[in-house]
Nanobody, 130 residues
């Protein structure tokens, strides 16, 4: 069974840091572009960051550039999202998703195209208090 499982969420104060992890089971993560998305209460889900299969290229939403860093360790079948200088507006459920199977190693997909992602985790809550 193909699964993505997120972890690392929690509650922090504004300015704090968290590192989210996304672990794959049942398949090799390196076959997919991996994206992080988030959904705040009452808002639509939005793309946060994505990383190519090789890990060479990444893309970020403007709202998190300079604060979040995505990385992957294909040997551990894991993708990370390091989040620094967290703000209350970062409060959301964070999801990782796998898409573009077998894509060119350095390809990143558009964060706006959720339909590009086939496999989704169950989400992990991040709460940032002011």
């Amino acid at each position: 069974q193909l699964q993505l499982v997120e972890s690392g969420g929690g509650s922090v104060q504004s300015g704090g840091s968290l590192r989210l992890s996304c672990v794959a089971s049942g398949f090799s993560l390196d076959y997919f572009v991996i994206g992080w998305f988030r959904q705040a209460p009452g808002k639509e889900r939005e793309g946060v960051s994505c990383i190519s299969r090789s890990g060479v290229n990444a893309d970020y939403a403007d709202s998190v550039k300079g604060r979040f860093t995505i990385s992957r360790d294909n040997a551990k079948n894991t993708v990370y999202l390091q989040m620094h200088n967290l703000k209350p507006e970062d409060t959301a459920v964070y999801y990782c998703a796998g898409g573009a199977p077998g894509a060119a190693p350095d390809l990143v997909t558009s964060l706006a195209l959720e339909d590009e992602y086939d496999y989704w985790g169950q989400g992990t809550q991040v709460t940032v208090s002011s």
